[in-house]
Structure formats: structure tokens, C-alpha cells
């Protein structure tokens, strides 16, 4: 079922507490709605779906109507997730910066979304204090949540561009948790948005401990969040995991699953669209039965189910559901 913004707060409640991982995973189609939201259910999981600026923009199609487009991808969460009563799913809007404050705007007042992502990391740190606060004092007052960074996560991501990696101070985190009263915390301790590969990572997972311990400390307990994951290994996770993050993100993995199961299944399939070479194209009949976007779609789809199964397995949050 579709969670409250009050409910999605006892998702991480009991995540942090029980040191387990929710999963944030990006979506833009009917497809991936269907696959993520059915993975989490089989698992007995709650979970997060998660909509970026871009993804809005292209579900509108030509018109880029970015607040349709969210209308759109909440619409087909919200009424998927109501067949699903053990299982509870939430909407999350990814990295939107401050200059889609009116985007937030909507979204908060018309309640499409259970939580939100101000992303104002790129600004001065008391800039980022002030504009993430107010997106905060705007969003509590529907019990939506938000999620507030600093530091900059490296790679691409959407339209999030960042050549550079800042390590976050943990000093600062403190001030700005303090400051801002975010509900979750992106710490950046040396993850890639994109295609990278855990071995090659300088991952700082003493940092999130050592932000983690610095919050708890002062009484500001929050629950971590980490960006650019899908090139994380699994025990990268689980070590996360254990010094305090409780969502994670992953978009890129699921990108390639459907990528590569489509491929896949058209390398095998070629002659069903494309005549053989050694015979007479006028004698050529094309096989629906092959060809219907049903048969292929269907083959990423289950292979992200797969994967998104495997991921709560991994971070604990599989029979963890707050509905079970
Ligand atoms: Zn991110």
C-alpha cells in the first residue's frame, strides 16, 4: 500500500533501530513501477520509489510538463502499491534542486509524494541551511519528509552533473541536521552516481560512522542516506548499513538489467522482425507473436523483480515490512 508520510517515518524509525537498509529505487515506467513494487512485496519489504526532475519531465512526453509528469508516475505508484496491503511503498523525489522549489511546491500540496530531496549541495552551506529549511518548514507541515545533502556525490546522475567528490565533514552535517531539521541525512563518503565498480571505490564508510556517532552524540539521531550504490558490493552495503544509513539508492543497476535482458532476448529472437539473409523477403512473415512489446518488455521486468528481491535480501529490509 501507498504510506503516509507519518508511516514512512516508521519505516526509518525501525530500520535505524534495527540496522537494516531501505531501498530507494528510481523509476520513470509503467515497467519498472511493476517490477520494483512486486520485488519488494514477494519480499515482504517496504520500499521506496524514487522520481527525479528528469524522469517527470520525460513520463510528460513532448510537452515536458514536469508537474503532469509527476501527476503521471504518482498516479501509477499509488494505484499499483494499493494491491499490495504487507507491503509498504513510498514516493520520493530525487535530487531536485532549488530551482525547482515550485516543483517541490506542488508535489508536497498535492501530496503525490511521501517524501522529498532538496539537493541544494552545489550552494554555500549556510545557503544550503537556509533553502533546505524552508523546503523542510513547508513540507512537515503535510508530514511529508525531506531529505537535505552536503557535499557533492561525483558522477551523473539525471541532470546532476558533478566532476568533483567532497567528502562530508562530519562538523558540518551536525550543523547542518541542527540547523535544517532534515529527516535524512546524504552523507558523501566517496560513492559514483553512474557505472563505476566497487574496487575501485574510496569508499569512507568510517564516515558515516563517524557522522552517525557525532549526531547521536548531540541528540540529533537521523537516519543516512547513500547515494550512487549500484556499484557498491555486497558487503560494502552491510558495512554501510551498520554505521547508520537506512536508504539506498539504486537506479543504474536497474537500467542495465533491462538493457541487458532486452538484448538478450533480440540477439535470440533477431528473425522475428528482421528477415534471414538467405531468404526472399517477399516469402518474409514477421512473428507477432515475438515482436508484441509485451513478450520483450516482460524480460526486464522480471530480471529488475530479481534484483530488486536480492537487494532487500542484502540489506536486511526483506520480512521488515512496518505492515507485516
Ligand atoms: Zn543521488
Redesign the pocket.
Known sequence: MFLSGAQLKEVFQKAKKQRFGIMASNVVFDTQIRAIIQGYNSVGSDGLMQMSSGACKYAAGESQDIKAGAQLISTMIKTFAAQFPKSGIGLHI??ATPNYFDFIVYCVENKLVTSVMIDASKESLPENIRITKEVVDLAHKHNILVEGEIGH?KGT?DE?VSETELYTHPEEALEFVKKTNVDLFAASVGTN?GVSKGENIILRLDLVKEIDDLLIKNGVERGLVL??ASGLTDEQQREAIKNGVVKI?KDTHYQMDMAQEIQAYWEKEKYAIVCPPDMDPKAYVPNKGKFDPRKWLIKGENKMQETVKGFCLVSGSANNSILL
Open positions: 530525487d535530487h556525490i546522475e546532476i552516481h547515494h550512487g539508492n
